[in-house]
T-cell receptor, first 114, second 114 residues
Framework: AQSVAQPEDQVNVAEGNPLTVKCTYS??????LFWYVQYPNRGLQFLLK??????LVKGSYGFEAEFNKSQTSFHLKKPSALVSDSALYFC????????????FGRGTSLIVHP | SAVISQKPSRDICQRGTSLTIQCQVD?????MFWYRQQPGQSLTLIAT?????????ESGFVIDKFPISRPNLTFSTLTVSNMSPEDSSIYLC???????????FGPGTRLLVL
């Protein structure tokens, strides 16, 4: 079975400060991990993924995430937040060799204050 | 990445009526999915649309209420039948791109049932 947890409903950060959106996962085997962003009145937009290789993954809009196997985490980070980063962020996990259907977290609302 | 379009983008419907949502992908994909999302909430998988066979529905969703067609590898429709205000939601089409090991989403259809 696969599951993912986003422990924070909302994250508030000041513009220019670093941001972190947390995600932890649970799978029986090895994971595929994903981050998506949803802006108001839009569909989900793919940001980045971890499949294999380097634990630090870089994605769109300056976002990055670090795969930490021992902590079963895949936190999303950005060195300097922008007001335009304010959106809903979803983490998802899929077990390698398992179902093609990823499991999504409940979402974290990121609010960047000017 | 796959480019996914949905029609209509939004609609306001009367209770008791039905609405068919179309999903078009610009490339052939094996796996297509339909999700429902309450604004600001996480995703709920309705069904997997299988080409040439009946859709696979998740627990709590039935074919009579959400009939799905998948006539080819680039197109699918979801019908929301006999609508009630509880069906007001965002409906998202999604595909799994096997060669990229990534799931992509359409822009969504925003449905309001009065």
């Amino acid at each position: 079975a696969q599951s993912v947890a986003q422990p924070e409903d909302q994250v508030n950060v000041a513009e220019g400060n670093p941001l972190t959106v947390k995600c932890t996962y649970s799978v029986s085997g090895n994971p595929y991990l994903f981050w998506y962003v949803q802006y108001p009145n839009r569909g989900l937009q793919f940001l980045l993924k971890y499949i294999t290789g380097d634990n630090l993954v870089k994605g769109s809009y300056g976002f990055e995430a670090e795969f930490n196997k021992s902590q079963t985490s895949f936190h999303l980070k950005k060195p300097s937040a922008l007001v335009s980063d304010s959106a809903l962020y979803f983490c998802a996990v899929r077990e390698k060799g398992g179902s093609y259907i990823p499991t999504f977290g409940r979402g974290t609302s990121l609010i960047v204050h000017p | 990445s796959a480019v996914i379009s949905q029609k209509p983008s939004r609609d306001i419907c009367q209770r008791g009526t039905s609405l068919t949502i179309q999903c078009q992908v610009d490339s052939q994909v094996t796996m297509m999915f339909w999700y429902r999302q309450q604004p600001g909430q996480s995703l709920t998988l309705i069904a997997t649309a299988n080409q040439g066979s009946e859709a696979t529905y998740e627990s709590g969703f039935v074919i009579d209420k959400f009939p799905i067609s998948r006539p080819n590898l680039t197109f699918s429709t979801l019908t929301v039948s006999n609508m009630s205000p509880e069906d007001s939601s965002i409906y998202l089409c999604s595909v799994w791109e096997t060669d990229q090991e990534t799931q992509y989403f359409g822009p969504g259809t925003r449905l309001l049932v009065l």
